[in-house]
């Protein structure tokens, strides 16, 4: 990496932890889901008269538990997506590498003829 890039990426990444930093030290906020938040907001358009139309089939011990699956959902789903782009990107580096697409051109250059 260039000596500039190294330090477009090193002000950026100060910036947010600056952010970072001062939001969480600044403020109240606490971590929660989305999911308890928009119930609440529908019981205040409603008047509380919301009913969900599923209930969860199995519903984890503690919240740690329930951290814990998500953060291994998005693993697994990182890591299949990881492996498709990286087998497409090595499978069109050895083709250039092996010249296998000019192998492929030239086969089909002496077939029509």
Known sequence: MSRKLEL???AIFLVFAVQFVYTSSTS????????????????????????PNAEPFWEPPSGEIESLLFGLQAAIGAGIIGYFLGYYKAKGR?????????KKKSESDKHSL
Do not use: F, S
């Open 28 to 51: 109240d906020a606490e971590y929660g889901g989305a999911d308890g938040e928009a119930e609440n907001v529908i019981n205040e358009i409603t008047g509380g008269t919301y009913e």
């Open 8 to 10: 477009i990426v090193l």
């Open 94 to 102: 050895y083709e250039n590498d092996l010249g296998y697409k000019d």
